[in-house]
């Protein structure tokens, strides 16, 4: 089993709509929660970090459920601007060092 | 403000070749990570480095070697370059359990 696994997608939604993705992490030591978004051909880049109360910024927002080790990204009222690719990434737990990535989920908003 | 600084940007190898990768970061960051992405798959782990003077091995490090010279700077070593090594390779940075910067990649093609 995979550390990190994230929906597989990919998400085809049209301009306004709501989309939710999903990851699960295996360590449950695991300290710190992330999603980055990665644009075709471009390295990622922070998105936003997850807390346990739960954040927000703007359309997006972000869930921790430590008790089932889910984390999750709501996007709400969808732009053309939001396809990408969006990233989990779970930090430490067993290597606190280590940083580690889903698969990713793609989005694809069409007008 | 450079961040990651990766090089080269591309590069084509013919089978049995080496190479290094460089990546360097002037945000003082203890970790630096080497990932690699296949198309259409997400960040495989090769080897990360959380401290100078350490290295330890990801999910996929066999075929590479690395080498953490300094805080600032961590290669990524082919010996001897084979077809499954085609990807496009990212180098990333951070403070432990924090954001993580990435440089704009390194595109590498095994013939």
């Known amino acids: 089993r995979k550390e990190v696994e994230q929906d597989p997608g990919p998400f085809n939604v049209p301009e306004g709509a709501t989309v939710a993705f999903n990851c699960t992490y295996s360590n449950s030591a695991s300290q710190s929660f992330f999603w980055y978004r990665q644009d075709c051909r471009k390295e990622p880049k922070l998105l936003m970090s997850?807390?346990?109360s739960g954040n927000e910024d703007g359309r997006f927002t972000a869930q921790l459920n430590r008790a089932s080790q889910y984390i999750s990204l709501l996007i709400r009222d969808s732009k053309l601007s939001d396809s990408a690719t969006y990233l989990c990434?779970?930090?430490?737990?067993?290597?606190?060092?280590?940083?580690?990535f889903g698969d990713g989920t793609t989005l694809t908003v069409k007008p | 403000n450079a961040g990651v600084t990766q090089t080269p940007k591309f590069q084509v190898l013919k089978t049995g070749q080496s190479m290094t990768l460089q990546c360097a970061q002037d945000m003082n960051h203890n970790s630096m990570y080497w990932y690699r992405q296949d198309p259409g798959m997400g960040l495989r782990l090769i080897y990360y480095s959380a401290s100078e003077g350490t290295t330890d091995k990801g999910e996929v490090p066999n075929g590479y070697n690395v080498s953490r010279l300094n805080k600032r700077e961590f290669s990524l070593r082919l010996e001897s370059a084979a077809p499954s090594q085609t990807s496009v390779y990212f180098c990333?940075?951070?403070?432990?359990?924090?954001?993580?910067?990435f440089g704009q990649g390194t595109r590498l093609t095994v013939v």
């Open positions: 997850v807390y346990s």
């Open positions: 990434v779970v930090n430490g737990g067993t290597n606190a060092g280590k940083s580690t």
């Open positions: 990333a940075s951070m403070v432990q359990n924090t954001e993580a910067f």
